[in-house]
Structures are given as C-alpha cells and as structure tokens.
C-alpha cells in the first residue's frame, strides 16, 4: 500500500530572499534548487548546507530559469513541497488565548499582492499566526505571494478556516474579532489600540465587502485608514497600517481583566485590593 506523501504541494520560489528565507525556516521544503551561471557564484557558501539536506542544484541558461521559475526570475528559484495547511479547530483559539496570541484572519482575498502585502505587515510586526477563509486559501501555494513577500511567507504559520461565520460564533467568548471594511465602521485612530479585557483578539481582513454572514461575529470594525471622500487606498496599502495598529495592542493580563482596577486601588492606602 502506497504512503500519502507528506508533502504534498509543489511550489516554486524566486529570487534570493525568498530562498534564503526558506532554507532559514523551513529548510526541509527544498528540493532543488535552479540559478543562472552569473548568480551561482552568490550561492557558494551554501554549498554544504544544501549538499546536508540533499538539495539538487543547477546551472541553466535566463530562458531555462524563467521556464523553471514559472514566472519572471533573473538569479535563482528553487522548487518546495510543502505540507497541506492545517484546519483551526475550536480547541486552537482556547490555546492561542492562553499563550496571549494574536491572529490574523485573511477573508476572501483574491489578490496575490494583497496576500503578500498581509503577509509583510504581519512578519515586520510580529504577528505569526494566519488564517486563510473564504477562497483565500487557494492563495496559499501561488507563486506570486511567495514571490512578492520577499520571504514573509516562510516565517507565517498558515491554517485554514472552514466555514469562518460558524467557527467565530462558536469561539465568541475566547475571541474578540476586530474587521477592516472599505465602506463601513469607525475611523482608525492610530494612537488608540483596541482594549479587550481577558481575551485576545483577531483581526479579519476581507478582499473586499465585509461579509454578511460575519456581520454579526465582529466586535469592532473599523473603515480603511483615508479621509471620507477622498480615493480610497487599497487593501496592500492599508495592510501595513493595519498590522501595525493591531500589534500595538495590549495583552491581557495573566490574573484578569480586574487587574487594572486592583492595581489602581493597590495605590490608594485606604483601598482593599481583595474587594
């Protein structure tokens, strides 16, 4: 009987950054690795390390490159497999709640760019975690996010999440979703970061029109960053602004949402902090 393969998905990266992000975070993904004779030289002190891990490397003409790389390519590319994407459970988000950790939520994002976009902002800010809904998930192996992410790709930890309105609704008490809409919802005030006692937060990213059916799953949903009346930005413009302003917000702390208040009393000699 045959074994399923455990690495089901054939993707091609291109370009130095995206190689080298690869062989830094997931090193096991590469199978071979494919430059034009003026760029290999660059790649001589990595010899060992893909001889180690019984990486495949060749020399090839600009024409046979840009055919390997499936896309424009004028250095290096390299050919991955890659596990399929794992489905987020209800029990994840008790775990990311207790590990006070923040997530993303990529909701019917078509765009390649947009999803490498999503991506830059998350990796520059910290953010590790991203869920792929609504048809985003299909973005998951195209070439081009690889591509224009510049390596952010490698660094995030992709599920997927089926069915995103039932499993929000079914999580609502261990975690606070905040939306970004194009045409609805207030303003975001850079300075001010979302508060949410005891629980930690989610930021959804639609492709486009927030959808009904997760309407009612938000807590807060805010417009794209731009004054009213004016051209709006796109979603990769806004992405990093986004990101920024969500990982700038606090983490719950460890003894509940009434530490603040206890602490403040704490101060005062004729307070009980017990009360």
């Avoid at 990595?46 to 024409?63: I, M, N, Q, S, W």
């Avoid at 975690?129 to 609504?134: D, E, Q």
């Amino acid at each position: 009987m045959n074994q399923p393969d455990p690495h089901p998905h054939r993707l091609v990266i291109r370009g130095i950054a995206a190689l080298l992000a690869c062989l830094r975070h997931h090193p096991k993904a590469l199978r071979e690795v494919v430059a034009t004779a003026a760029f290999a030289p660059r790649l001589a002190e990595h010899d060992a390390t893909f001889a180690e891990l019984g990486v495949k490397t060749r020399v090839v003409g600009p024409l046979e490159l840009a055919q390997t790389a499936e896309g424009p390519c004028d250095d290096v590319c390299a050919l991955t497999m890659r596990p399929d994407l794992g489905l987020a459970r209800i029990a994840d988000f008790a775990e990311w709640r207790e590990s006070k950790e923040s997530i993303v939520i990529a909701d019917g994002v078509t765009d390649a760019a947009d999803l490498a976009a999503i991506a830059r902002g998350m990796a520059a800010f910290g953010l590790k975690r991203l869920l792929l809904s609504g048809g985003t998930e299909k973005l998951s192996f195209h070439p081009e996010a690889w591509h224009l992410s510049r390596g952010a790709m490698e660094q995030l930890r992709l599920m997927r999440a089926a069915a995103l309105g039932g499993l929000l609704k079914l999580v609502e008490d261990r975690c606070c979703v905040v939306a970004l809409s194009p045409e609805m919802g207030r303003k975001i005030d850079l300075a001010v970061p979302v508060r949410v006692p005891a629980r930690h937060l989610a930021l959804l990213i639609p492709g486009g029109r927030l959808d009904p059916d997760i309407q009612p799953r938000v807590e807060h949903c805010y417009r794209f960053p731009g004054l009213v009346g004016q051209p709006p930005l796109s979603l990769s413009e806004i992405a990093p602004l986004a990101l920024a302003w969500f990982a700038s917000a606090p983490q719950p702390r460890a003894d509940g949402f009434l530490a603040r208040k206890r602490a403040r009393h704490a101060k005062d000699k004729g307070s009980n902090p017990q009360s």
